[in-house]
């Protein structure tokens, strides 16, 4: 009778453990989506990434993609309290929150979206891990747009003067501040918000970048761009994870899911994001879009003009005990390595 007893207990034993691992192996984590589902990010950066972290983790960790739960703006608050467990979203969007993440938006530092991002997860995680901007979710990935430049419905733009109360759509207060400046009319808005905007006239153009334009369908309402070496500026995003839900993952899962995250996902997401906006602007220059490129003496005006934004910025991280002058060094350094490479 104790040896039956006993195979029992070996058998409920044997069953409790094959139901974990079970458990562990249907383990999916719902990615809130407020993309497009054809749009470029989720296709080329967000779904391989959700494919990768299937593989190294041997298919015991799954991503699903479903419907958004929230705005874009309300993802992280989303994720922080387990709505959704995973989530992407743009610093800007809730710019208060994040002012640190700024100095990788700074206008004239690089064009390409690749290096920039790269640049960017390096100088956050020596310089600002610390201050925890992201407290309460698990930071999975920051990476960067390429350059930023003015998309306009207007054909005559052929100076920057031209720009001067035009109605642009401005994703955070860096671009409201670089619109004032300029003698522009900011209006915020999310990117997703952008086509009826312009369609029914409630804004002139946006800042953007040349994929966003066809990501998001605008090409047939956009006659002229503005650019500048560097950018006017860069789009900062982030990927998230719910702490808790990060928590109950394995901890040889959480150390695979790391390895395809970080500043992988900074090169892979900043690169591919580049290529396609390299496409982009060839597609849309033969579809007639023209750019009006500002370099020589007028570029040099406009750094002068706009100098106060890298001050601004350096004050806001002396607010928060940040060594700004060695942040910024580091992360030009890191361009110029980069770039070099």
Excluded: C
């Excluded at 047939?220 to 998230?240: C, D, H, M, N, R």
């Excluded at 899911?257 to 892979?268: F, P």
């Excluded at 900043?270 to 579809?287: I, P």
């Amino acid at each position: 009778m104790r040896v039956v007893f006993k195979q029992v207990i070996a058998a409920a034993g044997a069953a409790l453990a094959l139901s974990a691992s079970v458990a562990q192996a249907q383990t999916t984590l719902r990615f809130s989506n407020w993309l497009p589902p054809a749009h470029y990010i989720v296709t080329e950066m967000l779904q391989p990434w959700a494919k990768e972290v299937e593989t190294v983790t041997e298919g015991r960790v799954k991503v699903e993609f479903i419907n958004a739960l929230g705005k874009p703006q309300a993802h992280l608050d989303l994720v922080r309290n387990g709505v959704a467990d995973l989530g992407m979203s743009v610093h800007s969007y809730t710019a208060n929150r994040f002012p640190l993440t700024e100095f990788a938006e700074l206008p004239f530092t690089t064009d390409d979206g690749g290096v920039n991002s790269v640049a960017y997860w390096r100088t956050y995680e020596k310089f600002m891990a610390q201050a925890n901007e992201h407290k309460g979710v698990k930071l999975l990935g920051l990476w960067t747009s390429p350059a930023t430049a003015i998309f306009t419905s207007r054909e005559s733009i052929g100076r920057m003067e031209d720009l001067q109360g035009l109605k642009l759509r401005s994703p955070s207060p860096l671009f409201d501040a670089i619109g004032k400046a300029l003698g522009i009319v900011t209006v915020n808005a999310p990117a997703s918000e952008g086509y009826e905007m312009l369609s029914r006239g409630v804004i002139d153009g946006m800042y953007f970048q040349y994929d966003q334009i066809e990501g998001w369908r605008l090409d047939k309402l956009i006659k002229t761009a503005v650019s500048v070496p560097g950018g006017f500026g860069k789009s900062s995003q982030y990927l998230i994870m719910n702490e808790r839900k990060w928590q109950s993952l394995s901890e040889a899962d959480r150390a695979a899911i790391e390895k395809v995250s970080g500043e992988v996902i900074a090169r892979n997401f900043g690169s591919k994001w580049q290529t396609g906006e390299v496409a982009a602007q060839q597609r849309l220059a033969q579809a007639g879009l023209k750019t009006l490129r500002i370099e020589g003496q007028g570029l040099q005006q406009l750094q002068d003009k706009l100098a106060f934004v890298e001050k601004d910025w350096l004050a806001a991280a002396a607010k928060k005990n940040i060594d700004g002058p060695a942040a910024l060094a580091y992360f030009r350094e890191q361009i110029k390595t980069l770039s070099a490479q």
